[in-house]
């Protein structure tokens, strides 16, 4: 009987709020070390933290967009344990009553299944400070800035069956984070981080020992890292082993990973309810005024787009997994006047090249009324796709707008049947065999054979015929 895999994902998302959750010190934007930490991030004797209202807000709203129940009465508590980037020997973190209690999130698979993943609860908490090894030689560097950072922790329920699943939650959470605008979603820079729970057991049985391959920072690195560790958790099963319940590291650069700590238990943190902060209060008018402000969710632009440009789920669900990919394309669709060719496009040659030449979609140097153009010359007959392609490649370098490019390059398809009727006759006069073999075959044959001649009067036409006129032309001149 074969394993079955169980996942379920812890994520940190930074929200991107002016000032610290308990401080008026701004998040850290990369400015020197320990300038941007103050003495309450700190957390030094005398100091009193104060709740940053906005990061309860955006946590809040992050609740509303799961469909979860929120919290109306949540409280802060110390989770206490040593390490060189947290000096104050606590984490402000919520435990007993979170902000966000349970809700759902949908995913979509390749195949055209849905799924719906549970979330168990979200909260509000903390980030610690940072330990520099680099330029610190036989010393670290402490780096405070990031302490007290605001952060919502998303932990799932262990629901997902595979990475395909894990990875298509990872991005509907980033999708639904950076639709409703509280977290900038630069997973580089740590702001999203991906911690994956994962086991293994024979079906029926009961959830094995789980691992937890933390702060995995990009989409493409947690695929690797669950299936290197499904892998290795089932060696050591069949090996007659058992997996140990532990925290462990990947690293993408050599797709290795190695154990870095045995799990702590809630209880060795002795968590208790932190003495300096009140309990956060949240009314039915904040619900509801938070409700009033709701942006667009993925899920409600997903079912536009399948309403309002007849797009399948699947395509839908890519497209309006991020604003900004989302509105280029309705913007390239807009301009093209044809919204399944800008689908094409947009997911096609534009995410090749994007992914080729690891350039985010806001940063394309084709923009979106550039790829309409291109897409409007395509719908009208002026190029045929495979001189489109050539013309994107162009308007990529840099070359210009698709209209100029193809005066320019003089990439018009021909539309003067005199002269691809001469090229047309040319090539016949010129190709006696394959003449007589076509007109000797059968039609099925023939539609396969025609393709030579295709080829040839795309050959001497640079590929500038018009695809329908040429082969009619040769359908008539061949008999
Ligand atoms: P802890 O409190 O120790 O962090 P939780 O029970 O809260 O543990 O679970 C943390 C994460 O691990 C959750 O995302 C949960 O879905 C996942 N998880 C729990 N048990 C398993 C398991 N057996 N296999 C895979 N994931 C699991
Ligand atoms: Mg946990």
Known sequence: ????????????????????????????????????????????????PVVNREAVRKAALFGLAINADICRHSIFERKNYFYPDLPKGYQTTQLAEPVVGAGTVEIQLENGEKKIVRIH???????????????????????????????????SEPDMANAEEAVAFARKLHAIVTSIGICDGDMS?????????????????????????????SFRFMEKAIALEVERQIDVLEDGGEIVQETRLYNGDTHTARSMRSKEDANDYRYFPCPDLLP?????????ELKAAMPELPDS????????????????????????TAAFFEAAAKAGGDAKLAANWVMGELAAKLNAEEKDIADS?????????????????TISSKIAKQVFEACWAGEGNPDDIIEAKG??????????????????ANNAAQVDDYRNSDDAKKKKKIGFFVGQAMKATQGKANPQQLNQLLREKLG
Do not use: C
Not at 280 to 288: N, W
């Open 189 to 217: 820079q740590g702001n999203m981080r991906f911690d994956v729970n994962i086991s293994v057991r024979k079906p029926g049985e009961p959830l094995g020992t789980r691992t937890e391959t933390k702060n995995l920072n």
């Open 280 to 288: 956060v209060a949240i009314t039915d008018a904040d619900i509801e």
């Open 1 to 48: 009987m074969s394993w079955e895999v169980v996942i379920g994902l812890e994520v940190h998302v930074q929200l991107n709020t002016a000032s610290k959750l308990f401080s008026g010190s701004k998040l850290s934007t990369g400015a020197a070390p320990n300038t941007q930490a103050s003495l309450v991030d700190l957390g030094l004797p005398g100091t009193l």
């Open 411 to 428: 990439l018009k398809q021909m539309s003067d049947t005199g002269e691809l009727e001469k090229i047309v006759d040319d090539i016949i």
């Open 121 to 155: 609860h979200a909260h509000l908490e903390e980030d610690a400070g940072k330990s520099l090894h680099e330029d610190f030689h036989g010393m670290t560097g402490i780096d405070l800035n990031r302490a007290g950072t605001p952060l919502i922790e998303i932990v």
């Open 301 to 324: 632009r997903k079912a536009r787009f399948i309403n309002d440009y007849q797009l399948s789920e699947y395509d839908a669900d890519l497209l309006s997994g991020s604003i900004a």
């Open 365 to 381: 140097p084709v923009s979106a009324e550039q790829l309409g153009q291109l897409i409007a010359r395509l719908k009208d007959g």
